[in-house]
């Protein structure tokens, strides 16, 4: 390919804004970008454009990153390929890298300069390699050319002495400045002629190596006796490693090209011999990354399979147990986003070291990625029980040790493990793998999240059972959105009297085949796996839809609340979210409410309170749902731009019966007004909740007693009629 004044890159991402922001920072470079939305449009412009080098991600519909990184293989093995992908799953990038992937960066990319690095360190590659190929070539043509004159040469020594001089000087310049090495030997290994360029890379001189037999050389025998089998069998090799014996000792890599020459008897054998420590280092690189987390230099997942598989055979075999023991860090997370990648990765170092600690030769510690470590112990006995009460205690120590606090980077640190405890094998006679095992405790792990952080938990069947069930939602989530499975419904909020005040959106599944699926079911999965984002999204679009379409239809509604989840309100660009989504609709700010729950506001309580400030700029009213149940305080509650209070159900449901409820609900609505908030109630179902929040100051209710969550077409004939008449 012909060098381009602006070298082309090729973009493969199906997330739009990914693709984007590459193609703004590249072409400050002066690079040329085209972007393709898929695997297959990717594949097709690079048919098209032959680009320089490829950015690509792994996660992408109909022709995913992987495919695309095999066809590419295939078809130009030598355009660099630069994986940009949101797992950090070490297999993936394992596997992208056998596939031909020059590098793997993690997506979103903090630091575009990293970006930037790793392509300009990849073309450079490129060049080097292309360079490099066309030397060997020209190299290796050359020397057979020159070979050749210099036989003719000495055919024609009688013709032209002073023709054979000039050839001869000719010749000399260029075996004296080889950069490989260029040998002579006779059949029966006598080396007979070598380039000075042998002390390039080794100890030795030119006289050194000349009249010595090449055992002295290469002294590995069998090496030696093979390529001599190889030589005479198919009369030349090529890229044969060998390994030269320097003159201290020292063993250098090195590849071998040679062939026989000239006929039986009175035939040597010519070659070059090139100097590949680099590339044997190199590969040895790779093969340890292949095996060991780059971070911690603990082995990596595959490494971890790999023995634990051989520890599942060798319990079946002699009657053993073993535990796999896996960890993941409390709140993490936080300290990473807060203080930084710096800090995190040594923090995830020091955890390592004390993981290790006092830890017997035949056990594993392993990191799998993220702040996700596994302890692999072997042989606990051929007691069940006793097993387990090893595992347990090893998992206490852990606990207590990790719990210790850090000194990273003049922070003090404090972290505590999630732990999960799979025994193996499980039962006399089980079939499991070794993914198996790992997703057991896997399991355990989360199970003790669940209950509290900072727990051991040992698995059990059921937890599984409930994980399987979870992923299929899971699975089934990803396609709800386009295959429009979710939908709206609206709750009217009203006055004592039934008339509507407002209402709050509720998003609601309705799957083909297994019919309604719970928001308490499905939700969770969506803020897990990050799928709350374009829900959420959607979400509001929709509302923003509604709340035009009342208004141009004549029946506004005065209040729209929309539930914003913690993931969703700790984007960067929220605010900048929501300012496009009113303005693509046209929706009034001043109708649209945004509820946040307790735990969210007084998670990172400064960047909080300034992201709420620029909501209400916008003029958006803000709401905390479920008081009551988490983090209350007046402390936080007089620093925070709110407007609405909503007392959470579980207080209104037992107000009749419990005068403990009773008094956190007065206590509420007294607080509200003192704060100048408004206040309402939700989940109001009787006329006795009813008057008694009515008697206690509170003007706003939402709950069964006036309307279940209605899709829109209902709610339309609601807001037509203005009003709610109660349940009988």
């Not at 030598?78 to 596997?95: F, H, L, N, Q, Y």
């Not at 090209?257 to 006929?263: E, S, T, V």
């Not at 719970?518 to 984002?533: K, N, Q, R």
Request: aromatic residues 6%; negative net charge; contains cysteine.
């Amino acid at each position: 390919m012909e060098h381009r004044q602006n070298p082309v890159i090729l973009t493969i991402d199906d997330e739009e804004n990914i693709r984007d922001s590459f193609r703004l920072f590249l072409e400050d470079f002066d690079y040329r970008v085209v972007e393709a939305r898929n695997g297959r449009e990717g594949l097709q412009l690079f048919e098209r454009e032959q680009p320089d080098l490829v950015l690509c991600d792994l996660r992408m519909p109909e022709v995913d990153g992987l495919e695309v990184l095999a066809t590419l293989k295939e078809q130009a093995p030598e355009t660099p390929i630069i994986v940009v992908s949101g797992t950090g799953v070490i297999g993936d990038a394992v596997e992208a890298i056998r596939l031909g992937a020059w590098n793997y960066l993690l997506k979103p990319i903090q630091d575009m300069s990293v970006l930037i690095h790793a392509i300009n360190q990849a073309m450079e590659r490129a060049r080097l390699i292309k360079e490099n190929r066309a030397y060997q070539e020209h190299l290796e043509a050359e020397v057979a050319r020159r070979t050749e004159a210099l036989q003719k040469v000495v055919g024609e020594l009688n013709s032209s002495h002073r023709q054979l001089q000039e050839k001869e000087e000719k010749y000399r310049s260029i075996f004296e400045n080889l950069q490989d090495v260029y040998f002579e030997m006779q059949e029966d290994g006598l080396v007979t002629e070598v380039s000075p360029s042998v002390s390039h890379f080794s100890c030795y001189r030119r006289e050194d190596v000349l009249r010595r037999d090449i055992s002295q050389l290469f002294p590995r025998q069998k090496n030696r006796e093979d390529l001599l089998t190889r030589l005479k069998n198919s009369g030349s090799v090529t890229d044969y490693e060998i390994y030269l014996q320097d003159k201290d000792g020292t063993m250098v890599p090195c590849s071998l090209n040679a062939r026989y020459q000239g006929n039986s008897g009175t035939a040597k054998i010519c070659g070059t011999l090139r100097d590949i420590s680099e590339r044997k280092q190199a590969e040895a690189r790779i093969e340890h990354l292949a095996y060991f987390d780059a971070l911690t230099e603990l082995p990596n997942r595959r490494l971890l399979l790999d023995r634990l598989e051989q520890n599942l055979s060798r319990a079946h075999r002699y009657g053993h147990y073993g535990a796999m023991l896996f960890l993941d860090l409390d709140r993490f997370k936080n300290i990473n986003d807060s203080l930084g990648h710096p800090v995190g990765d040594a923090l995830l170092k020091e955890v390592s070291k004390r993981m290790t600690q006092d830890m017997r030769a035949e056990d594993t510690v392993s990191r799998l990625g993220g702040d996700e470590f596994v302890l692999l112990l072997s042989e606990l006995g051929d007691d069940p029980g006793n097993a387990a009460v090893q595992a347990q205690h090893k998992a206490e120590q852990l606990q207590v040790r990790l719990a210790e606090k850090y000194h990273i980077m003049g922070h003090e640190l404090h972290v505590t493990p999630s732990i999960g405890v799979a025994m193996f094998p499980s039962a006399e006679g089980a079939k499991e793998s070794g993914n198996d095992i790992l997703r057991h405790a896997d399991t355990a792990m989360y199970r003790a999240k669940e209950e509290g952080r900072d727990t051991i938990r040992f698995f059990l069947p059921s937890m599984q059972s409930a994980a399987d069930d979870r992923l299929a939602i899971e699975k089934e989530l990803r396609y709800a959105l386009e295959r429009n499975q979710l939908s709206l419904y609206f709750q009217p909020q009203v006055n004592a009297d039934g008339v509507i005040l407002g209402a709050e959106t509720l998003a609601r599944w309705q799957h083909p085949e297994k019919g309604f699926i719970s928001p308490a079911t499905f939700i969770p999965v969506a803020e897990a796996t990050g799928l709350i984002l374009p829900i959420g999204e959607w979400i509001l679009r929709l509302a923003c839809r509604c709340l035009k379409s009342w208004a141009d239809q004549g029946t506004p509604v005065p209040h729209l609340a929309v539930n914003v989840s913690p993931r969703q309100f700790r984007q960067p660009d929220f605010i900048q979210q929501i300012c496009s989504i009113l303005d693509e609709t046209g929706a009034e700010p001043s109708q649209l409410g945004l509820e946040l729950t307790e735990g969210m506001v007084i998670d990172n309580i400064a960047e909080t309170i300034e992201k709420m400030q620029g909501l209400k700029q916008l003029g958006i009213e803000l709401s905390i749902d479920d008081f009551g149940t988490g983090y209350s305080s007046l402390a936080y509650l007089k620093r925070m731009p709110l407007d609405v209070l909503k007392i959470d159900q579980s207080f209104v449901r037992d107000i009749e019966s419990d005068p403990n409820d009773a008094a956190i609900v007065e206590t509420i609505i007294a607080m509200a007004n003192h704060l100048d908030l408004k206040v309402i109630a939700e989940g109001v179902e009787t006329e006795f909740e009813l008057d008694f929040l009515k008697t206690k100051g509170c003007k706003s209710y939402q709950g069964y007693l006036f309307s279940r969550p209605l899709p829109k077409t209902e709610f339309d004939t609601l807001l037509k009629a203005g009003t709610v008449k109660r349940k009988d």
